[in-house]
T-cell receptor, first 113, second 113 residues
Framework: QQQVKQSPQSLIVQKGGISIINCAYENTAFDYFPWYQQFPGKGPALLIAIRPDVSEKKEGRFTISFNKSAKQFSLHIMDSQPGDSATYFCAASYGDSSYKLIFGSGTRLLVRP | DADVTQTPRNRITKTGKRIMLECSQTKGHDRMYWYRQDPGLGLQLIYYSFDVKDINKGEISDGYSVSRQAQAKFSLSLESAIPNQTALYFC????????????FGPGTRLTVL
């Protein structure tokens, strides 16, 4: 049962453009929402994360927008660069000690020069 | 991340064979996780461990077993490999109980013929 739905599956953006990846979740018990970035041949690495008590978090060119009532959150990459080309995963975690992550299906981003 | 290593990096085996994937970490973290990555499905949790004596099943533990030999080592075994276990396998670590970030190893690509 997929509890975190991610779209689009793939995305092509021109250099300097804005990349937007969306995720929707079902379980209101989730209380931690990270985004992971994965380059080919590497493991995922934490990019940015948010908790439901704020609606937006920004780190450099990367911003998470969070809509608790709609149960949706999104990643915005401003001024996208070819080096941002990677697969991006959203995830959600329950508010218990296990911190088990439930991942979305991933978005393959290609930023053209 | 060199702090989390996985061996082997690639493995081809035959149906019915027993295989062990190993994960070692020098981060000193107490929590360790095993995930499986399939194209279009994201990462799914197989097992996780809080310490040597605390091992828990994840979403897809059937057909897998684990061993936490020491705080720094967490092994995943396939007792009798089958073709639909062909996937990328990732180990991750986290310093609990009050931190969120999971640190992933480089992955093991397993092919079961």
């Amino acid at each position: 049962q997929q509890q975190v739905k991610q779209s689009p599956q793939s995305l092509i953006v021109q250099k300097g453009g804005i990349s937007i990846i969306n995720c929707a979740y079902e379980n209101t018990a989730f209380d931690y929402f990270p985004w992971y970035q994965q380059f080919p041949g590497k493991g995922p690495a934490l990019l940015i994360a948010i908790r439901p008590d704020v609606s937006e978090k920004k780190e450099g060119r990367f911003t998470i927008s969070f809509n608790k009532s709609a149960k949706q959150f999104s990643l915005h990459i401003m001024d996208s660069q070819p080096g941002d080309s990677a697969t991006y995963f959203c995830a959600a975690s329950y508010g218990d000690s296990s911190y088990k992550l439930i991942f979305g299906s991933g978005t393959r981003l290609l930023v053209r020069p | 991340d060199a702090d989390v290593t996985q061996t082997p990096r690639n493995r081809i085996t035959k149906t019915g064979k027993r295989i062990m994937l190993e994960c070692s970490q020098t981060k000193g973290h107490d929590r360790m996780y095993w995930y499986r990555q399939d194209p279009g499905l994201g990462l799914q949790l197989i097992y996780y461990s809080f310490d040597v004596k605390d091992i828990n099943k994840g979403e897809i533990s059937d057909g897998y077993s684990v061993s936490r030999q020491a705080q720094a080592k967490f092994s995943l075994s396939l007792e009798s490999a089958i073709p639909n276990q062909t996937a990328l396998y990732f180990c991750a670590t986290r310093q609990g109980p009050d931190t969120d970030t999971q640190y992933f190893g480089p992955g093991t690509r397993l092919t079961v013929l």
